[in-house]
């Protein structure tokens, strides 16, 4: 008989195996059984949370962050309060039609020359044509252009109010606003009627229209000119921002100016400033705040105040 060739041993008297399989960790499963088990896992996951209800969300625009304190304020409130943060008494920018709400007795606001449309002189682009940016910030905005001009009732007192705004190319002084406000100021010249202008504009001469931007300057201030010969009333209110050309030109010509608080009013910006001159400038350089105490500002008004305090300066001068 045939000896069978026994299985070769091992030195410690074990069996060797004829083949081998690749190592696999203990506490790992193969990949096939990796990957099944994580299909598993995901469709238990889908049923789960197919069989919960799902939670409602809170509605946006409920909400909104304070600029200055960084408070998350209830909208509602802040409407209530015309736009001021209940916490720290932070004024946010609010746009032109609300102002006149807020200024003027309820419907008593007559816009004049509400068809106004600025052209392209100088058929201008940057990132888009000028012609196509006006279009697109009509639609935007709701306004022709920067300004908002008309007469209205303050606590049955009849006005010339003029209103610029900062959602519109950040408020810059165009040809349009330049014409609105000048004829503004001319109608009050002509009608003996006091005249209030409310400036929130932050960006100064409007570049996209060159020199024709820079000559609403002189405009303006010549037809106050003559409004002060003719013993007229100007009030000027200046908001958060006035700077540039408006504040360099009409803004800055009141019988009166009011300011609202921490209100940033100025030429030019305080880093560019900085950056000019290279030298540290005072603490609260150019809020109404530093204005009122070297004299620029006449008085700082609160927005709930303005009404009544606007009213109160006509009777006084006896318009």
Known sequence: ??????????????????????????????????????????????NEDSSKPKKRGVPEGLW????????????????????????????????????????LDTGTFEEWDADLTSLDPLGFKDKKAYSERIVSEQKRTGLRDAALTGSGMIRARRVAIGVTDSAFIMGSMGSVVGEKLTRLIERATAQDLPLIIISGSG?????????????????TTAALAKFHEAGGLFISVLTNPTMGGVAASFASLGDLIFAEPQALVGFAGPRTIKATIRIDLPEGFQTSEFLLEHGFVDRIVPRNKLKLEIARSIDYCGK
């Open 203 to 219: 960006g100064g001469a409007r570049m996209h229209e060159g020199i024709f931007s820079l000559m609403q300057m002189a405009k």
């Open 64 to 103: 909104q962050r304070c600029p200055g304190c960084q408070a998350v304020i209830f909208r509602k409130q802040a409407e209530q309060l015309l736009g001021v943060c209940p916490e720290c008494d932070y004024h946010w920018t609010i746009s032109a039609q609300q102002r006149i709400d807020q200024v």
């Open 1 to 46: 008989m045939k000896k069978t060739p026994s299985s070769p041993k091992s030195k410690s008297g074990q069996k060797t195996p004829t083949h081998t399989l690749e190592t696999t960790s203990p506490t790992s499963p193969p990949v096939e059984e990796m990957s099944m088990a994580s299909v598993a896992s995901d469709i238990e996951t889908q």
